[in-house]
């Protein structure tokens, strides 16, 4: 993934001013998200999508930051790896946006036998 997918996927939001069914943003300003696994989940089981961290849910996906970029990352990782059965593949991408540290993750759709 590429800083300019996940920009191109901020400036989406924010034009239409909803999330998409492929494209949801999860607050981390203040620790891991509860229902992160829910979103992988789902996304995982169906054609795959983008999680960016460090957007507010409200206020027209305004930048927030996140709590701690390197422990969100860890969190996630785990959650994907450890916690789902099959493992999730994801692509993550840490980056600075508007001044501020977000983390936007690619969640792959799983194979289906």
Same mark, same amino acid.
């Given at each position: 993934?590429?800083?300019?997918? &996940?920009?191109?996927?901020?400036?989406?939001?924010?034009?239409?001013? @909803? =999330? @998409?069914?492929?494209? *949801? &943003?999860? /607050?981390?300003?203040? !620790? $891991?998200?509860?229902?992160?696994? +829910? @979103?992988? /989940? /789902? $996304?995982?089981?169906?054609?795959? !999508?983008?999680?960016? $961290? !460090?957007?507010?849910?409200? =206020?027209?996906?305004?930048? *927030?930051?996140?709590?701690?970029?390197?422990?969100? %990352?860890?969190?996630?990782? /785990?959650?994907?790896?450890?916690?789902? &059965?099959?493992? &999730?593949?994801? +692509?993550?991408?840490?980056? *600075?946006?508007?001044?501020?540290?977000?983390?936007?993750?690619?969640?792959? *759709?799983?194979? %289906?036998?």
């Amino acid at each position: 993934m590429e800083k300019n997918e &996940v920009i191109d996927a901020i400036r989406l939001l924010r034009k239409y001013n @909803t =999330e @998409t069914n492929r494209i *949801e &943003v999860k /607050s981390a300003l203040l !620790g $891991f998200p509860k229902k992160c696994y +829910d @979103t992988i /989940s /789902s $996304f995982s089981n169906k054609y795959g !999508g983008i999680i960016i $961290f !460090g957007l507010s849910e409200d =206020e027209n996906f305004k930048t *927030e930051g996140v709590y701690d970029i390197n422990d969100l %990352q860890k969190q996630i990782t /785990s959650l994907c790896s450890d916690a789902m &059965v099959p493992r &999730v593949r994801t +692509d993550i991408l840490p980056l *600075e946006f508007e001044g501020k540290n977000i983390l936007a993750v690619k969640i792959e *759709e799983l194979r %289906q036998n």
